[in-house]
């Protein structure tokens, strides 16, 4: 079986690798990774005619490799990625459908920490379409930890981490669940000895849910 992975960045690409090694290992994993969208997508704040038409130029290139599933890796470009989906002809998933859905079941105040300005909507309203379609209302609160993940990026990982807890610690306080809205979130996980609410990231989520959808 064969899943088609699109990237807007390298930064998840191993921990997605070890995670499909892991789950479903099975299953042959083929990555496109075009950096200018999250580029694009942060300079203006929201998607663009161009970034929707890159993403349906590679969603159609994905269907030329005959997948089982296509993976959006990226929820700056999710709204996006729901316009190209349409076109798939194989099953199609968001990386952060699955944590969206957890985090509903899990209570009715959302946190949800973003690293990126251009997340913090489409993750948001992620989770509230979410909670409209299984019938809960929530109330979703936003946390902008803004520039970290250029931080992470240029290589001071300390830093992005201490500025992530320090919000994830403020959510706490004032919601059920804390939704992590960035897959590079996930090395915190371990740090968070002190938090007593749930914390949810979305690439392992993701990639158990892939194993269901193909029936592994």
Same mark, same amino acid.
Request: proline content about 4%.
């Given at each position: 079986?064969?899943?088609?992975? =699109?990237?807007?960045?390298?930064?998840?690409? +191993?921990?997605?690798?070890?995670?499909?090694?892991? =789950?479903?290992?099975?299953?042959?994993?083929?990555?496109?990774?075009?950096?200018?969208?999250?580029?694009?997508?942060?300079? +203006?704040?929201?998607?663009?005619?161009? =970034?929707?038409?890159?993403?349906?130029?590679?969603?159609?290139?994905?269907?030329?490799?005959?997948?089982?599933?296509?993976?959006?890796?990226?929820?700056?470009?999710?709204?996006?990625?729901?316009?190209?989906?349409?076109?798939?002809?194989?099953?199609?998933?968001?990386?952060? %459908?699955?944590?969206?859905?957890?985090?509903?079941?899990?209570?009715?105040?959302?946190?949800?920490?973003?690293?990126?300005?251009?997340?913090?909507?489409?993750?948001?309203?992620?989770?509230?379409?979410?909670?409209?379609?299984?019938?809960? %209302?929530?109330?979703?609160?936003?946390?902008?930890?803004?520039?970290?993940?250029?931080?992470?990026?240029?290589?001071?990982?300390?830093?992005?981490?201490?500025?992530?807890?320090?919000?994830?610690?403020?959510?706490? %306080?004032? +919601?059920?669940?804390?939704?992590?809205?960035?897959?590079?979130?996930?090395?915190?996980?371990?740090?968070?000895?002190?938090?007593?609410?749930?914390?949810?990231?979305?690439?392992?989520?993701?990639? %158990?849910?892939?194993?269901?959808?193909?029936?592994?």
């Amino acid at each position: 079986m064969k899943v088609v992975l =699109i990237h807007t960045s390298p930064v998840s690409l +191993n921990e997605l690798k070890a995670l499909f090694k892991e =789950i479903v290992p099975e299953v042959e994993m083929v990555n496109i990774i075009d950096d200018s969208l999250l580029e694009e997508v942060k300079k +203006n704040g929201h998607i663009t005619p161009a =970034i929707i038409s890159r993403m349906n130029s590679y969603v159609q290139v994905a269907k030329t490799l005959e997948p089982d599933l296509i993976f959006n890796q990226c929820s700056s470009v999710g709204e996006a990625f729901d316009l190209a989906r349409k076109q798939a002809t194989c099953k199609t998933l968001k990386i952060d %459908e699955p944590m969206a859905e957890k985090a509903v079941s899990l209570g009715s105040k959302i946190g949800v920490v973003a690293t990126v300005a251009s997340t913090v909507q489409p993750s948001s309203d992620l989770v509230r379409n979410t909670a409209k379609k299984l019938g809960k %209302e929530v109330e979703v609160k936003e946390y902008l930890v803004d520039g970290a993940l250029d931080i992470l990026m240029s290589g001071d990982v300390d830093k992005h981490n201490e500025l992530v807890i320090n919000e994830i610690k403020k959510a706490e %306080e004032e +919601n059920d669940v804390v939704v992590l809205a960035q897959g590079s979130m996930t090395a915190i996980l371990p740090l968070l000895t002190d938090i007593r609410k749930p914390v949810l990231t979305s690439p392992r989520l993701a990639v %158990e849910r892939v194993k269901k959808e193909l029936g592994l």
